[in-house]
C-alpha cells in the first residue's frame, strides 16, 4: 500500500529564515507522482507542484523549492526567506493507480508551518 | 477561469440528521473528486466521477453516503443519518481528465460540517 509520511507536525520559524518541510513516501509503483498541496486558513487545498519519479532534478520557483531524493524516497519542500503569509498547513501527496484502474492521490497528514513576524 | 465552487461553507446539524453538499468543478473538467478531511489529517479520498460515471467508491460509507453527479457536471453528497464521527471538511476537486497522467487536482474551499 502506498504511504506518505510528514514526521513534521507543527513547525515555527520567525519571518525570513528558510525552512524545510519533509516527506517521505512508500510505493512499489515504477512509475508515480508526488505533489504538495498549501492548505491555508480558508480551507482551500492549493496546488504547488508536480514531480515525476522519472525527472530527479531538482526544483526552484521564486521563494520555493523541491529536492526529489529517489534513493531516499523523499520529497522535501524548502521556503527561502519566509514570509508571514506562508503560514499554512503543507501536505505532500503520492499518486498511485487503484484497483479500478484510476489515480488516486494518498496524502500525508500535513505540516503546520507557522512564520512569526 | 473560475474555480471549484462549492455550497455551503459551513454545516451545523445534529446526529442522525441529514445532510447534503453541492460542487460545481471547473467547466470542462471530466473528473470530479470528494474527499473527507478530518481534523489533523490528510484528506482523504470518498469517491471518483468520470464524468457522470462511478469510477472508485470503494471508501465511501455506502450505508450512510451517497453521492451523485448527473449530467457529469456539478455533483451532490449526502449524509444520512450523520453520525458524530462524520463531523470534518468536505473537499471537492475537479481535473481535466482520469490518469494515468496524473491530472492536477483543484480543490474547492470545502464545507466543514460539524455533528452534534
Known amino acids: 500500500a502506498q504511504k506518505v509520511t510528514q514526521a513534521q507536525t507543527e513547525i515555527s520559524v520567525v519571518e525570513k529564515e528558510d525552512v524545510t518541510l519533509d516527506c517521505v513516501y512508500e510505493?512499489?509503483?515504477?512509475?508515480?507522482?508526488l505533489f504538495w498541496y498549501k492548505q491555508p486558513p480558508s480551507g482551500e487545498l492549493v496546488f504547488l507542484i508536480r514531480?515525476?519519479?522519472?525527472?530527479?532534478q531538482n526544483e526552484i520557483s521564486g521563494r520555493y523549492s523541491w529536492n526529489f531524493q529517489k534513493s531516499t524516497s523523499s520529497f522535501n519542500f524548502t521556503i527561502t526567506a519566509s514570509q508571514v503569509v506562508d503560514s499554512a498547513v503543507y501536505f505532500c501527496?503520492?499518486?498511485?493507480?487503484?484497483?479500478?484502474?484510476?489515480?488516486?492521490?494518498?496524502f500525508g497528514t500535513g505540516t503546520r508551518l507557522t512564520i512569526i513576524p | 477561469e473560475a474555480g471549484v465552487a462549492q455550497s455551503p461553507r459551513y454545516k451545523i446539524i445534529e446526529k442522525r440528521q441529514s445532510v447534503a453538499f453541492w460542487c460545481n468543478p471547473i467547466?470542462?473538467?471530466?473528473?470530479l473528486y470528494w474527499y473527507q478531511q478530518i481534523l489533523g489529517q490528510g484528506p482523504k479520498l470518498l469517491i471518483q466521477?468520470?464524468?457522470?460515471?462511478?469510477?472508485?467508491d470503494s471508501q465511501l460509507p455506502k450505508d450512510r453516503f451517497s453521492a451523485e453527479r448527473l449530467k457529469g457536471v456539478d455533483s451532490t453528497l449526502k449524509i444520512q443519518p450523520a453520525k458524530l464521527e462524520d463531523s470534518a471538511v468536505y473537499l471537492c476537486?475537479?481535473?481535466?481528465?482520469?490518469?494515468?497522467?496524473?491530472?492536477?487536482?483543484?480543490f474547492g474551499p470545502g464545507t466543514r460540517l460539524t455533528v452534534l
Open positions: 476537486a475537479s481535473s481535466p481528465q482520469r490518469g494515468p497522467t496524473a491530472d492536477t487536482q483543484y
Open positions: 510505493t512499489r509503483d515504477t512509475t508515480y507522482y
Open positions: 514531480r515525476n519519479s522519472f525527472d530527479e
Open positions: 501527496a503520492l499518486s498511485e493507480i487503484s484497483n479500478f484502474g484510476n489515480e488516486k492521490l494518498t
Open positions: 467547466s470542462g473538467h471530466a473528473t
Open positions: 466521477f468520470q464524468n457522470n460515471g462511478v469510477v472508485d
